[in-house]
């Protein structure tokens, strides 16, 4: 269904079983479990789906490595296996990821170490060649006999500085391990829902739409597009707001404090020499001042983060000129001969992790692990129960999402039907493995669709086996590539407007593609594609201008974009 045939039954029938506030990883990943196993679901997001704190991400499935030193073994654990199935499961969008610790000393850490680990000490001294050693052979071993990634590596001085010519002449180590790369998170988040959908047609989407109110046994639900309200008849809510968890709660009456969460940021900059440098590798290490941060291949951009500062509302999280300050400096502590500024950032953003309220005496301190806490009883005053997600990240989404399912499906008293642990994720199913797979499926479409085997190439790098869907469409009608973008072409974005709950012209800028992150916008993209939109849409003039106003503003207060 569309969104208004969504809207429309709602009115006619507001009866659902389980109503899910937020359409962040953690809500998306629980309304997918939910609608493979049978459930009448709703979930509703105010703004886009994917758009808070889970838009604010490093881009990584990755256990944790550094959650060792806090004891979080089950977490690891836990996060080592999810990334594993998340290589396997959406192999189009996530993949094996490199990542290079350079290492300064060598037996540093080996006795602060345990003190941390007991909670006696705030912040070891950095960490050696044998702690992190260490640390890699335990996570290794996580992994199992389920070998989604080669074993560690460590190298010496001379290789280490041979491999990588850029690199900082101190270290005396480098290590290599590997991780996951999430390319396109928001396609990730995208082709769940619209899995979850084509599944059951009793699970319904809707972004741009906000819960406002609620008591007894009703809660009142605000379409942001034109403010008209809803009533739903919820058995169970799933509050899964994110940083908003207690905002959210309070809507309903009830005071909660769950959430203690941080502000994470990042800049993305165009810097050939720094992307040359890194290679395909992620470069994972500890800043002088004991902060963990990374350098990240991104395509053909460098991602750096990331801060970790308390913050209490979501809201007011930005990117800050002492974080971009920090973020220029420590690219300098490893690659000291090379220079970047300001005026190579092509994007900036930043949220809060919606990590649990905690006493810890520093924030790296605080468990990275996710917990449900229910409210309900003769307390509240709802007739349904309200489940908050706590913490939680993109690695961990479908265990997190799994036992959430799990608590809503025992409380509906309905069994589990499906399990989401080997399912493939949208255009990860059937996904060629091998060069020789893909060569074969994108000759074989290009002989069916007439599309050119460099677009087709383009179309799976995005979508992954859904291109044949997409290309299918694209052939079935008059197509042009546009002039300022020219791997893009009109029936493209037609098709993803159509079929992607595409409501606002940022919508496919900043979540159905990655333009605007990799710094490829300028007047004439936004130009020629919110033409393309409003006709896909129809927008009249004074909106489509409405449109490309709100994304400006949005791209210059939110991200550092100048256009």
């Known amino acids: 269904m569309n969104r208004h045939e969504i809207l429309s039954a709602l009115k006619s029938n507001p009866e659902v079983f389980v109503l899910i506030v937020g359409g962040g990883i953690n809500g998306i990943g629980t309304f997918r479990d939910l609608a493979i196993n049978g459930v009448n679901v709703l979930l509703v997001e105010k703004s886009d789906f994917c758009s808070g704190a889970s838009s604010a991400s490093s881009h990584m499935a990755h256990g944790g490595i550094r959650y060792l030193e806090n004891g979080e073994f089950r977490l690891v654990r836990e996060a080592v296996g999810e990334r594993n199935r998340m290589l396997e499961n959406a192999p189009h969008v996530v993949k094996p990821l490199p990542t290079t610790i350079p290492i300064f000393k060598r037996f540093s850490g080996i006795l602060n170490a345990p003190l941390k680990f007991f909670r006696l000490l705030d912040k070891p001294s950095e960490r050696g060649s044998l702690i992190i050693k260490l640390g890699l052979i335990l996570y290794d071993a996580y992994t199992g006999k389920q070998r989604s990634v080669p074993r560690h590596k460590f ?91 207690d ?162 499906l025992a409380h509906l008293r309905l069994k589990r039907k499906k399990s989401t642990r080997d399912l493939p994720i949208g255009g990860g199913r059937g996904y060629p493995r091998e060069p020789g797979e893909m060569r074969t499926q994108i000759e074989s479409l290009s002989a069916w669709t007439g599309l050119t085997r460099e677009r087709l190439k383009a179309l799976f790098e995005r979508y992954g086996t859904r291109a044949e869907t997409i290309a299918t469409y694209m052939n079935g009608g008059t197509d042009f590539i546009f002039k300022s973008l020219p791997d893009y072409s009109l029936r493209e974005v037609i098709f993803i407007a159509q079929h992607e709950k595409v409501c606002h012209l940022d919508d496919f800028f900043l979540r159905r593609s990655m333009l605007a992150m990799l710094g490829r916008l300028n007047g004439e993209v936004i130009e020629e594609l919110a033409k393309a ?22 791209l210059t207060d939110k991200h550092g974009v100048r256009i």
């Open 155 to 245: 190298f010496s001085r001379q290789q280490s500085l041979e491999k990588w010519k850029h690199l900082n002449s101190d270290i005396v180590n480098t290590a290599v391990y590997y991780d996951g790369a999430i390319l396109q998170p928001e396609r990730l988040a995208m082709d769940l829902i619209l899995d979850a959908e084509s599944e059951n047609p009793n699970a319904r989407a809707l972004n741009y739409v906000s819960m406002i109110g609620g008591s007894e046994d009703t809660i009142m639900l605000r379409d942001e597009l034109t403010d008209e309200t809803y009533d739903v008849r919820p058995k169970l809510v799933i509050n899964a707001a994110g940083p908003w968890i």
């Open 247 to 408: 905002f959210t709660n309070k809507k309903v009456g009830l005071s909660t404090r769950f959430i203690g969460g941080t502000k994470g940021s990042h800049i993305v900059v165009k810097h050939d020499e720094l992307r040359n440098a890194i290679g395909e590798y992620k470069f994972f290490f500890e800043n002088e001042d004991g902060r963990i941060v990374l350098i990240y291949p991104l395509y053909d951009r460098v991602l750096i983060g990331t801060s970790d500062i308390p913050m209490e509302n979501p809201d007011e999280a930005f990117c800050t000129d002492e974080e971009i300050a920090y973020f220029l400096s420590l690219t300098r502590r490893i690659f000291p001969g090379i220079r970047l500024t300001r005026d190579d950032i092509v994007f900036q953003y930043s949220g809060v992790r919606p990590l649990p309220r905690s006493n810890a005496k520093s924030v790296s301190q605080i468990s990275r692990d996710h917990t449900i806490e229910v409210l309900s009883g003769d307390w509240t005053n709802l007739r349904f129960p309200v489940y908050s997600l706590v913490g939680g990240k993109w690695t961990s989404f479908r265990a997190f999402s799994e036992q959430a399912a799990d608590k809503a």
């Open 533 to 554: 939109l409003a006709n896909a849409l129809g927008w009249d003039e004074e909106r489509k201008s409405a449109e490309v106003a709100r994304t400006l503003l949005l």
